[in-house]
T-cell receptor
Framework: GAVVSQHPSRVICKSGTSVKIECRSLDFQATTMFWYRQFPKQSLMLMATSNEGSKATYEQGVEKDKFLINHASLTLSTLTVTSAHPEDSSFYIC?????????????FGNGTRLTVT | GQNIDQPTEMTATEGAIVQINCTYQTSGFNGLFWYQQHAGEAPTFLSYNVLDGLEEKGRFSSFLSRSKGYSYLLLKELQMKDSASYLCAVSDSNYQLIWGAGTKLIIKP
């Protein structure tokens, strides 16, 4: 089955620094990738949708200058949390889909647990 | 607005059967997904329904009624490892996924 690799799985950083999270589709071309954030005991919250070669579409309330998304190729999307603050500590999950399979299940990465101290 | 409702938490006994309900109101419908999520892990796909009726896959089955905006996930022969959150998600007219808040299922021996 389709595999999505997300790296790193855990990261601890100091307040004010930036962190980059990578999401790769290993055996298919992901025309669309989604970035989610999940706080403890809460459901997934969609942050942004990125399509290869174009700007990401951010959900309301998500700062695009703080959460930089780059979808440079059909197999790689990155999320950079800039000037991280403790309140950015969360579980970040990416998922990917293929344009020609709009009704197919999303393939999720294993998530990145970010802790900002 | 678009809305997905599912119970917050359910408790069941090992070996028993449990049904997790999901009701939805969305702009358009292109299918309903069920995902399982263990604590601290990413969701994993369980089932997809786009036509009315029951889809069976091993111990798990999923049912859909489009006219009622209703689905359920049925888990049989419950095992301790089934303790997880179960997320209902609907694909709307733009193929955007609308997520429910998830149902935390607790399995007791």
């Amino acid at each position: 089955g389709a595999v999505v690799s997300q790296h790193p799985s855990r990261v601890i950083c100091k307040s004010g620094t930036s962190v980059k999270i990578e999401c790769r589709s290993l055996d298919f071309q992901a025309t669309t990738m989604f970035w989610y954030r999940q706080f403890p005991k809460q459901s997934l919250m969609l942050m942004a949708t990125s399509n290869e070669g174009s700007k990401a579409t951010y959900e309301q309330g998500v700062e695009k200058d703080k959460f930089l998304i780059n979808h440079a190729s059909l197999t790689l999307s990155t999320l950079t949390v800039t000037s991280a603050h403790p309140e950015d500590s969360s579980f970040y999950i990416c998922s990917a889909s293929m344009l020609e399979e709009l009704s197919s299940p999303l393939h999720f990465g294993n998530g990145t647990r970010l802790t900002v101290t | 607005g678009q809305n997905i409702d599912q119970p917050t938490e359910m408790t069941a006994t090992e070996g028993a059967i449990v049904q997790i309900n999901c009701t939805y109101q969305t702009s358009g419908f292109n299918g309903l997904f069920w995902y399982q999520q263990h604590a601290g892990e990413a969701p994993t796909f369980l089932s997809y329904n786009v036509l009315d009726g029951l889809e069976e896959k091993g111990r798990f089955s999923s049912f859909l009624s489009r006219s009622k905006g209703y689905s359920y996930l049925l888990l049989k022969e419950l095992q301790m490892k089934d303790s997880a959150s179960y997320l209902c998600a609907v694909s709307d007219s733009n193929y955007q996924l609308i997520w429910g808040a998830g149902t935390k299922l607790i399995i007791k021996p």
